[in-house]
């Protein structure tokens, strides 16, 4: 009898002992998820941004802060992969590319839904926010400049319905970095009907099918943007999106301080550590796809006198900025040899920047790793000097961009300083030259400069948009270069041709490698840095990643409630 | 007086001819090009003619002088090269911001600026008027922006009394219907919004008030010391008359002079908007947008803020030269 208790309680003890076993682990296994779900969604997050937008169509504006609003409000066919600029599907699903690689056909998703009831978003969507761009006879054309079009665009010759959920873009000739292109923001897909209902005013009334819709813009002050109901990926996490405009870093910073705002950007090198240091904040850095450069003028323009857009026979001309010593290899290195960019970084870039030894940014595909930098070396740089038959130095004006900041180059006037400083040191003597930003850029690309300082920020994430538009012989054309090194070189040009013709991207990395190659050999350009991209969030917010163009995409951030 | 004000009026037309015409001459000599700040750093040649001719940027200074001109007389000061907006619309969309934060600095520029000057003065070379007149130096060598981020470190970060910046808080809803949120919020009975509207307004009204307030203060007393030596004043003395009464009924009335004309061309200059308070403070005021479209090359946004400020400018000095008659009956205009 005792005994048979003693197993009638062990089984007992067992049975309970399993039932609430089993109980906890579907307790953890359910509720957590479901409570942490829910507790993704609701609140508002307030976005710090140092300017308001210029215009919300996605086609018309070049700024970073009306971009940075309409891509949470507007999507294309493809997108960026988180963090990356590697595309993947988006409004459409799947694409084919022809043999002649001369068209794609795009198959559109369906059931996607445009905001405030404008609709189902179909093929003619699709081909009117396009064709409104680039058709003269479209009736939309006449109320934007569509300079977007104009710089990645034109290679496409017209954009085709084929039925209501598949679309054909016809290329004039193959071009494998149109693909990139497609996930910018100037060929996202609008609605049609509200363009019709709003016309000129469109741009006041964005109707996209991203994840959050238009709410309210008060000039200066704030764009509030809300959740989407209906959007084809789910609901986003957050309730509202504001962005709110507050130029002065500074008060930025301190509206973080006191909460006013969740997230800012643009911040001062200045205040990385106060961000780090604090414990109520985050930061977020990632090297920006974005060089800083200095260009040495070699004298090698062309007059485009047939129009053609390249380099013909005959078409020669130099420059008026064209430098005699620097078309001696042995002096464009010996400059190299001679800048201390480790210096410069650390000092006046404080610490947020990569020094650059490419023409374009480590995230980018075809990036080098190989390359071997020309290492900081004044003894060398001397000895190079007196080789190429100038062991005194000369004299040279560096032209610098002043007081016009760029994120590439965020004191300009004090890095130029810190070249003169370094060029002294080899005996070269720099006298320094700036004028006014707009007058600087005309004459940049009329070949006037001698030694320029200038960079570039990456529109679309394709390795052709930094080395075709700043390196090609083609763009040596003066009044309008932006090759500012004005040296050519056909067999760059050969690769940057071929690579354009290569859908393959593992191929395409291949030729891009060759490019950079070539680039840093020809050495008419000192690559300096690769400003770092810096976003400082509240620690409660979660799930931003920052994404390499700089754009901003918050359909994945939650904000961590107070219990 | 009523001719006297219909002949200033009438001079207006030929200030704003004349203003209109030295900043369309001067915009137009300075280097830059509207076109390349449009286009970008790697525009085409065709896009920036295009852009060119669009804006009529080609034609002869002269003729686009003209064709300018003849769209203001109709009241149309053209269209924002960089927004494509109506630049009347934008100036009127932003001056209730200015108008608000101009009129809170300017009152309390006055207040404390004549109390404080007339402390010093009836005290003169006591430590009062050293502090205060130390003070004044200190107030208009102040650098706005300096003390608008100490006032906003201070008062927001360390003590989260007053909000950084903008106009009202995030979430607070308010009905817009003059653009002044403080009397938009009492015509709506909203008491919620016009508190935080005022709370808005203390940080960046004080921050504006600093330089003008100095000016108030030392104007105040300079010109209440003079009238203090006048044989007036000591005949009122002599008749036994308290100093208060001497000092706040008859001296100040004969010192309010300068010191109005003074607060007038203050407000005329705040209300031009303040490019560096609208910044720190991140107001969507005047100052701002003025400060943007300078940068940007924008044409009709110069051209048309100039015209609007010349015109705040001689209508401040024309209300200045009016309250004259009320202060001084002695005053006349014919």
């Known amino acids: 009898m005792k005994k048979e208790w003693k197993w009638m309680g062990l089984l007992i003890v067992a049975i309970m002992l399993a039932s609430v076993l089993s109980g906890c682990i579907g307790g953890e296994k359910e509720t957590p998820t479901t409570t942490e779900a829910k507790g993704k969604y609701g609140g508002t997050l307030v976005f710090g941004s140092s300017g308001d937008a210029v215009k919300l169509d996605p086609a018309d504006v070049t700024d970073g802060e009306s971009i940075q609003r309409m891509d949470n409000i507007h999507e294309g066919l493809v997108r960026y992969k988180a963090g990356s600029t590697e595309i993947e599907p988006c409004l459409a699903t799947s694409w084919e590319i022809s043999d002649d690689k001369k068209t794609i056909t795009f198959h559109l998703r369906k059931g996607v839904k445009f905001h405030h009831g404008f609709g189902e978003m179909t093929a003619d969507d699709v081909v009117f926010s396009f064709a409104r761009q680039y058709d003269e006879n479209n009736w939309f054309h006449q109320y934007g400049d569509w300079d977007y079009w104009g710089w990645m665009f034109t290679d496409i010759e017209k954009v085709e319905k084929i039925d209501d959920y598949t679309v054909a873009i016809h290329m004039k000739k193959p071009n494998a970095s149109i693909m990139t292109s497609l996930a910018m923001f100037t060929v996202s897909v609008v609605s049609e009907k509200a363009a019709k209902q709003y016309k000129e005013n469109f741009f006041k009334n964005p109707v996209g099918t991203g994840p959050f819709e238009f709410v309210e813009w008060v000039k200066d002050d704030h764009i509030t943007l809300r959740a989407f109901e209906d959007y084809w990926g789910g609901r986003a996490y957050l309730d509202e999106l504001i962005f709110k405009v507050i130029p002065d870093p500074s008060a930025r910073l301190m509206a973080l301080q006191t909460g006013e705002v969740q997230g800012i950007e643009h911040l001062d090198p200045s205040q990385l550590d106060i961000v780090r240091n604090d414990p109520n904040l985050q930061l977020i850095s990632q090297p920006g796809m974005n060089v800083g450069y200095i260009a040495l003028n070699c004298g090698e323009a062309y007059e485009d006198k047939n129009g053609n857009g390249r380099w013909d026979p005959g078409e020669d001309v130099t420059p008026p900025g064209a430098f005699e010593p620097f078309k001696d290899i042995r002096v464009r290195r010996a400059i190299a040899h001679a800048i201390n960019k480790e210096a410069i970084v650390k000092n006046l870039y404080k610490g947020a920047a990569t020094v650059a030894k490419e023409g374009m940014p480590p995230v980018l595909f075809g990036y080098n790793d190989e390359i071997q930098d020309y290492e900081y070396d004044p003894e060398k740089a001397k000895q190079l000097l007196a080789e190429a038959g100038y062991p005194d130095g000369f004299e040279v004006t560096l032209w610098h961009m002043g007081s016009t900041s760029r994120p590439y180059f965020p004191v300009p006037t004090q890095i130029a300083e810190a070249i003169q400083a370094d060029l002294a040191k080899v005996g070269i003597k720099v006298k320094l030259f700036t004028e006014d930003w707009g007058a600087y850029l005309k004459d940049a690309s009329a070949g006037k400069a001698p030694m320029i300082m200038l960079g570039w920020t990456g529109d679309n994430g394709d390795p052709d948009n930094f080395l075709n538009v700043l390196y090609s012989q083609r763009v040596c054309n003066i009044p309008n270069a932006g090759n500012y090194g004005f040296k050519k070189n056909p067999e760059l040009q050969e690769l940057l041709d071929k690579a354009l013709e290569t859908y393959d991207q593992a191929e395409r990395a291949e030729l891009y490698k060759e490019a950079n190659k070539l680039i840093v050999e020809d050495c008419a350009f000192i690559f300096i840095a690769h400003a770092d991209q810096n976003l400082a969030f509240s620690k409660n917010v979660h799930g931003y990643v920052i994404h390499p163009t700089s754009r901003k995409f918050f359909y994945p951030v939650w904000i961590e409630k107070e219990e | ?334």
Do not use: C
């Not at chain 2, 030392?218 to 003395?237: A, C, G, H, N």
């Not at chain 2, 208060?244 to 009924?249: E, I, N």
């Not at chain 2, 010349?310 to 209300?319: C, D, P």
């Open chain 2, 1 to 334: 007086m009523k001719e006297y004000i219909l002949k200033r009026l009438a001079m207006l037309i030929f200030v704003l001819l004349g203003v209109s015409i030295i900043t369309f001459a001067l915009v137009r000599a300075a280097p830059g090009d509207p076109a390349i700040y449009l286009a970008g750093q790697h525009a085409t040649p065709e896009k920036l003619e295009e852009i060119r001719e669009k804006y009529h940027l080609n034609d002869p200074i002269y003729e686009q002088y003209l064709i300018w001109l003849k769209m203001a007389l109709h009241g149309d000061l053209g269209k924002s090269i960089q927004t494509n907006e109506y630049v009347t619309r934008e100036i009127l969309h932003r001056l209730p911001t200015t108008l608000e934060l101009s009129l809170f600095a300017i009152i309390i520029a006055t207040i404390i600026g004549i109390i404080a000057g007339i402390i010093s003065a009836v005290r003169q070379y006591s430590m009062t008027d050293y502090g205060v007149m130390v003070g004044a130096l200190f107030g208009v060598s102040m650098p706005v922006f300096w003390l608008g981020l100490m006032l906003i470190f201070i008062f927001s970060v360390k003590l989260g009394w007053l909000p950084v910046g903008g106009r009202l808080s995030t979430g607070i809803e308010l009905h817009r219907i003059t653009g002044l949120y403080v009397l938009d919020s009492i015509l709506t009975l909203n008491w919620t919004a016009f508190v935080d509207s005022i709370r808005h307004l203390i940080l960046p009204s004080v921050a504006l008030a600093t330089i003008p307030m100095a000016t108030i203060a030392r104007m105040t007393r300079s010109s209440m010391l003079e009238v203090l030596r006048q044989d007036f004043i000591r005949t009122e003395r002599a008749k036994g008359l308290s100093e208060r009464a001497v000092v706040y009924k008859h001296a100040i009335k004969n010192a309010l002079i300068p010191i109005v004309t003074v607060i007038g061309m203050n407000t005329g200059i705040l209300i031009g908007g303040a490019v560096l308070t609208e910044t720190i403070f991140s107001l969507p005021g005047l100052g701002k947008y003025i400060a943007n479209a300078i940068l940007a090359y924008d044409y009709p946004v110069i051209q048309g803020f100039t015209l609007f400020f010349a015109t705040v400018m001689v209508l401040a000095n024309l209300a200045t030269d009016i309250l004259y008659v009320y202060i001084d009956p002695r005053i006349r205009y014919r």
